[in-house]
């Protein structure tokens, strides 16, 4: 009889073969999950360029088709929001009349800065990158930030006017 | 002798079908065994499982929506490309110019939804008539791996004709994937397969509804009625006693 | 016995005896008795089948799949639905953190249904006894139920409230 700690040839075989299986299943895993994720190629990489940081005026936002998103004057900065909701992924349109972004999908509310104001949205709007090349702005859609987490608003402007969307909620 | 009859007693005719006429009992298990698509089926079950009251066949309706589903998918496999470019247009020439093209698309779609409904009232029945206890339970658990895979299904289907609906739903439905904790941003992203809907996700979508989701699917389903053959004639002790 | 003899369909009556049927009693069918699939399965699920069948080739014959406007990033639908069987969770969506009602919620769901025959050991099948496990599964059959309606016919642009018979925003 052998002893219970001692390690029987079948017992041990046993062992590699589940070993082996195992390496097997994860290597297959991982490949399989590499091959999916998105490569670089696949994300909206082309830069889009815009007007002059000057010419964002200081009201307002300036909409961007090309590169899903919106340019708003943050003092003399120019920053480029989504138009991505940080929610669940709606377009989030400019409203005139309030002077805010609103979400139709689920009402999530943002200023002009694109700061969370009302709704189930869980952070503020995301900001997409921006540099300056001969005297335009430039936009990479690609390299998006997560906005920043709920907070108080760092600007002073209330809604200017009645919102688009109802107060459904 | 009919010609059936005449093929049956042929050469050929006993090879192909091995099962003996269903006369008495012992022919009839004899053909029920020797017969693919009936072994899918217990040879004997207890009466009262054979009437509309015990399941309300709502496990059979399933299956039946199913079928209907590959069928009617097949047909429409023909003339649909899954590219941004081509699949509306493709939904669009299926509605106008494919023969029984839009008949074949509204069977589709509606076995689709009906298919969801079935289910989910097959759960509440089987829930309902306690059928899920001991010695069933795993056979539940399976079913509710089957209601998801039907959801799945259902939901990969909405992306493919490319049109606003099926757009902001996807759109919506997978950016509810990214907040699962940690790898949510992940599966999101193989989700999708960039930074937004587009190509990469129709053909994501398109190759899990028409592959790898019916695949699954088929396995699953195979299993979930074997262990419903395997189970149909066993009773709790507890069943026994009702009886007596 | 000078009597003519009886005669019924050709054939002579001899007797006329009280009792049982040669064959029998007529039978009670037993519940628990066990009866050949082939065909007494077999036949119900065929009928069961082409009902259902029929039904969806009834249907489809009325009633087109919607298409609506080709897909455009650039514009969300207001109101932005999803199918039918998803309104419950989008109804919890406009409520809740998307963690809670997107995630958690139908996780626990999903996984407490799979636990369910493992926590319910109650081995009765139809009794009394049954009240809490009835009970649970019911306000949960009955809240999804709601939320979906809810979702699905009572909510228009904005995701604001709306009354079906006003105004119908429902899509499948
Ligand atoms: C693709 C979806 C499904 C199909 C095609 C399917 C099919 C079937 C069929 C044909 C039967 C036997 C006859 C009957 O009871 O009607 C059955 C039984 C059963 N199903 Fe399903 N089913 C599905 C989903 C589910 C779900 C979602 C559940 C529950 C979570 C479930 C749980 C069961 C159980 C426990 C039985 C055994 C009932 C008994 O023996 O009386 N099934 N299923
Ligand atoms: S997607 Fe914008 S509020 Fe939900």
Request: aromatic share 12%; with cysteine; net charge positive.
């Given at each position: ?166 107060e459904g909620h | 002798m009919t010609i059936g009859k005449r093929f049956r007693a042929s050469t050929l ?41 015990y399941s309300w066949f709502l496990g059979v309706a399933s299956l039946a ?180 | ?172």
């Amino acid at each position: 009889m052998t002893h219970n700690n001692e390690l029987s040839r079948r017992k041990f075989l046993t062992r590699m073969w589940a070993a082996g299986g195992g390496l097997m299943a994860a290597a297959g895993a991982w490949t399989g999950w590499d091959l999916l994720r998105p490569s670089a190629a696949s994300s909206l990489t082309a830069q889009v360029k815009t007007l002059p940081p000057q010419a964002v005026p200081a009201t307002g936002v300036v909409e961007i088709k090309a590169a899903r998103g919106y340019l708003t004057r943050e003092g003399d900065q120019v920053i480029a929001l989504s138009w991505k909701c940080p929610h669940l992924g709606c377009r989030v349109p400019w409203c005139e009349s309030s002077q805010e972004f609103e979400c139709p999908c689920h009402g999530s509310v943002f200023n002009r800065l694109g700061e969370y104001r009302a709704g189930p949205s869980p952070r503020n709007m995301d900001r997409l990158a921006t540099t300056v090349v001969d005297g335009s702005l430039v936009i990479d859609p690609g390299n998006v930030t997560p906005g920043g987490p709920l907070g108080p608003e760092t600007i002073d402007e209330p809604p200017a006017g009645p919102r688009c969307i109802g107060e459904g909620h | 002798m009919t010609i059936g009859k005449r093929f049956r007693a042929s050469t050929l005719g006993r090879s192909v079908i091995r099962n003996p006429n269903r006369v008495t009992t012992r022919d009839r298990a004899a053909g029920h065994w020797s017969n693919f698509f009936l072994h899918i089926y217990p040879v004997k079950i207890r009466r009262k499982e054979i009437y509309f009251r015990y399941s309300w066949f709502l496990g059979v309706a399933s299956l039946a929506l199913f079928g209907s589903l590959v069928v009617s998918g097949i047909y429409l496999m023909f003339f649909y490309v899954p590219s941004p470019t081509t699949a509306y247009g493709n939904i669009q020439f299926i509605q106008t110019q494919v023969p029984f093209g839009q008949y074949i698309r509204n069977v589709h779609r509606w076995s689709a939804h009906f298919m969801v409904l079935a289910v989910a009232a097959h759960m509440a029945r089987v829930f309902y008539r306690g059928a899920y206890k001991s010695p069933r339970e795993f056979n539940w658990v399976i079913g509710v791996v089957l209601l998801v895979l039907t959801l799945l299904l259902s939901f990969t289907g909405y992306l493919l004709p490319w049109d606003q609906l099926a757009y902001w739903a996807v759109t919506v439905g997978t950016s509810m994937a990214a907040y699962v904790p940690i790898i949510g941003e992940q599966v999101s992203n193989v989700l999708i397969g960039g930074q937004e809907v587009g190509s990469a996700t129709l053909i994501r979508f398109y190759v899990l509804h028409v592959a790898l989701l019916p695949t699954v699917g088929v396995v699953v389903i195979a299993l979930h009625l074997w262990r419903w053959r395997k189970d149909s004639m066993l009773d709790t002790e507890h069943d026994q006693q009702e009886a007596m | 016995m000078a009597e003519e003899p009886l005669v019924v369909e050709g054939k002579r009556v001899l007797g006329v005896v009280p009792g049982v049927p040669p064959v029998g009693d007529r039978k009670i069918p037993d519940e628990q008795e066990s009866v050949m699939v082939w065909p007494h399965l077999l036949v119900r699920h065929a009928v069961a089948a082409l009902a259902v069948l029929l039904l969806v080739l009834i249907v489809a014959i009325f009633f087109d799949a919607p298409l609506r406007e080709i897909a455009n990033p650039a514009v969300t639908p207001n109101p932005e639905k999803a199918p039918w069987y998803f309104a419950g969770l989008q109804e919890l969506l406009s409520h809740y953190h998307p963690l809670v009602a997107g995630i958690l919620v139908p996780g626990t769901v999903v996984l407490g249904a799979m636990a369910l025959p493992y926590l319910d050991r109650n081995p009765d099948r139809h009794g009394r006894t049954r009240r809490v496990a009835v009970a649970t599964f019911t306000i949960f059959l009955v809240a999804w139920i709601i939320l979906t309606i809810i979702g699905f016919a009572f909510r228009g642009p904005d995701w604001g409230w709306v009354w079906p018979w006003n105004a119908w925003y429902g899509e499948l």
